[in-house]
């Protein structure tokens, strides 16, 4: 099965409150799954891959074989790649988990779009930090 998972993160300060939304959807595009969850205080960046995680974790649960990645991110997208490296110690052990959890699916790909374009994502992270969800 093939799913795309549109994911986002976010705090409310840099650090402060953050949240992660992800919408996982079928090759029609029906929503098969939804997540959206407080994660405690943490950066932007650490909430990206958090939501990244949280997706892969989820399309892990329903089975998938290939997953397509998009989020509104372009520096955990360029680090999942290999573009950029690595450097923030918080973000390291962030990064391995993603990395170990690809190696779970046949195939995967993963790009950014404007924040426009992610908005149902980023729905669930300001629902999540609102305490609605």
Request: some cysteine; charged content about 25%.
């Amino acid at each position: 099965m093939r799913l795309t998972l549109h994911c986002d993160g976010g705090s409310r300060g840099n650090p402060g409150p953050a949240g992660i939304g992800v919408v996982l959807t079928d090759d029609s595009g029906e929503v098969i799954a939804e997540v959206a969850e407080r994660i405690g205080d943490a950066t932007n960046n650490v909430a990206e891959y958090k939501a990244v995680i949280r997706g892969l974790e989820r399309a892990q649960d329903l089975e998938a074989t290939v997953v397509a990645l998009v989020g509104d991110s372009e520096l955990v997208a360029k680090q999942i790649t290999g573009h950029y490296k690595v450097k923030h110690a918080d973000m390291k052990p962030l990064h391995a988990e993603v990395k170990s959890l690809l190696e779970s699916f046949d195939s995967w790909t993963i790009r950014t779009v404007p924040r426009a374009e992610n908005s149902d994502a980023d729905a669930l992270v300001n629902a999540a930090l609102d305490g609605l969800r």
